[in-house]
């Protein structure tokens, strides 16, 4: 292809969680250093199999384009002495960039007078530049975890073997880790392992496929699902759906291939979670359902390479899953001699955090504060709530989690359901720990919603009533994705209370244990909370315009604020938004540092103030039920007839009067109508939004 780069990476297999992530970072560091040096391109394709990271730019300009630079030196003052001769700072700057002192010359500047010298460099070529380039790009990849080889080369996710790295068809000269560039590439280790030689991105993908390597991370993942499906038809069942799973599997191999296996159908007695976890998670296998997606004694492993003996292969994988399985099973029948509800007193024997005490006691912490939070937001739900905060945590005492780890609150509601306890209960015990991460759901019954509040307020506290306030981006402890789910389960089932009463009873939960002062501690907290909520808002779409001028007022009720927020994102559209937006932050100014009092009618002189003042009235008296219902939609549109007197105010009354009486009750009255918005928001932070999108 004309004009194109093609540049690959081939190593040893890299770990498949590394794989795309990789590759993107190929793709935006390429990128990113093609364009500092003024280079154009269209565009870049990428691809990548655990052996190889490539990228493909169309259209690369062949060489930079030649620019004028201007290099500013010293002052004229500096530059020349008394008779206009050049001075020895004059003459150094020209001779530092190769020039004589007549090639100076004089630039007036908001600074004053300076000399200056204006080159003319040509652009240099695109091949001469990518020498230089492709080696500073693979150095500059970084991994989760990296490892050096050899001699000490890397470091690199994995050692390298070969790059190739064309333009134009004709190789670009370097070396990396005691690699030269070349044009020559491999393709798959077991049944294609020789170099061939490759033209370009199109040649070079078709070839590869030809070698059984499908280096498109779509197409193969595509491939993937199709053999595992095939395989999963041949024995009358169907794909249970996994998309992570897919995308593990397909960065595991070059070219797919499915072998279908059997399991003794006595391990169906297993809970479904656990005969998932077992066949996913250690061994990469999906699993097989009928349609009622109910589970069949069947997997799917996916294998890298052909397999002449189907049945032998399948054995092999049938040994391995077994050994598993055997395990699971043996945990499960041992586990199911005690109930959940006989194991929570063993919880004092399970630290929870050093200086927060055992398990058991943030179990009894849990109790109290979901059933306070039921009894004030949910009190239908108060029993299940009760009960499955009291079960929460005893799963992590059975055999089962400490061989799954990923499995609590998943075995806790099986073994719950086991026991007999109500369904409630059961899936309580579950949800509690979602999300788990971003764009996981959260609890979707009450119950669940509030053991995971609660779990999670009393953590937060904890840690912060400790002193240990997460900084940068070290968070040891996860404050910011335990607060990210906080938010995000009040947000889901609009639970509306104070954080700050809420904190203050938890706080108090933990007696003598906390060393912070309650109040500074709380501070923190909100302030804390208060930065992921107005992150993750604005992040989802909403103007932190917005966002800030709710929660810089205050932020206590996570519900009321986003009420708050989205009234001000309606009416912000209407005309006089602007108008009322730009007063008000006048009336802050003014009034910033005046100790607000009530306005006195006998001292309203003017009539635009008393206009102001009866306009006032009237507004407060009807927006003030509305804002009692939080029906803040219907409150600004009553705060919105303020515009008018306010203008007629501001045009014809002078508020810093000579007389302090009439100057103090015109504060007053500009203090209390400021006062009545910031019952919503401060308008002044939205000033230069007004009228957005309308």
Known sequence: MHNELLFEIGTEEIPAGFLMPALANLSAALGGRLRELGLTFGEIRGGATPRRLAVAVSGLAERQPDRREEIMGPSVKAAFDAQGQPTKAALGFARSRGAGPEALTVVNTPKGDYVMLVSHVSGRGTPE?????????????????????????????RPIHWFVALYNGEVVPFVVAD???????????????????????????????????????????????????????????????????ADTVANLVEFPHGICGVFEKRFLALPDAVLITSMREHQKYFCVVDGDRKLLPYFVAVNNTPVPDAALAAAGHQRVLRARLE?????????????????????????????????????????????LLADQLAPAAAVPTGRAARLAKADLLTAMVNEFPTLQGVIGREYALLDGEEEAVATAIAEHYRPLRAGDEPPRQIPGALVGLADRLDSIIGVFGLGRVPSGTADPFGLRRLSLGLL???????????????????????????????????????????????????????????????????????TDCLARIRALEKIRKQPAFGVVAGTFKRVMNIIKEHSAAEPQEKLLVEPAEQALYQAF??????????????????ALAIMLRMKEPADTFFDQVMVMAEDEALRTNRLNLLAAIAGLFLRVGDFSRMQGMAGENS
């Open 129 to 157: 530049l990518l020498a230089a380039l492709l080696p500073e790009v693979v150095r500059s990849l970084s991994f989760p975890k990296s490892m050096r080889w050899g001699d000490g080369q890397g470091p690199f996710a």
């Open 179 to 245: 690699i030269a560039s070349g044009r020559m590439s491999r393709g798959h280790r077991f049944t294609a392992p020789d170099f061939f030689e490759v033209r370009d991105f199109d040649d070079y993908i078709v070839q590869l496929q030809q070698r059984h390597v499908l280096v498109d991370p779509a197409l193969r993942r595509r491939v993937v699902l199709e053999e595992a499906e095939r395989v999963a038809r041949s024995v009358g069942g169907l794909l249970l759906p996994d998309e992570e799973l």
């Open 327 to 371: 395990d699971a099973l043996f945990f499960f029948k041992a586990d199911r001699g005690r109930r959940l509800a006989d194991r929570v007193d063993d919880l004092a024997g399970l630290i929870f955090q050093a200086g927060l005490g055992n398990m058991l006691e943030k179990t009894e912490r849990i109790v109290r504060l979901a059933t």
């Open 488 to 558: 995000r389960i009040i947000e889901t089932h609009a639970f509306s209370f104070s954080l700050a009463g809420v904190i203050d009873r938890a706080q108090a939960l933990y007696g003598d244990k906390l060393t912070v002062e309650p109040a500074v501690a709380q501070g923190q907290i909100l302030d804390f909370i208060r930065a992921r909520f107005v992150n993750d808002q604005v992040s989802r779409g909403l103007p932190v315009e917005a966002v800030e001028a709710v929660t810089s007022v205050a932020f206590d009720d996570v």
């Open 617 to 634: 009235l009237g507004v407060r008296d009807a927006g003030l039920p509305l804002l009692a219902r939080k029906d803040y939609d219907g």
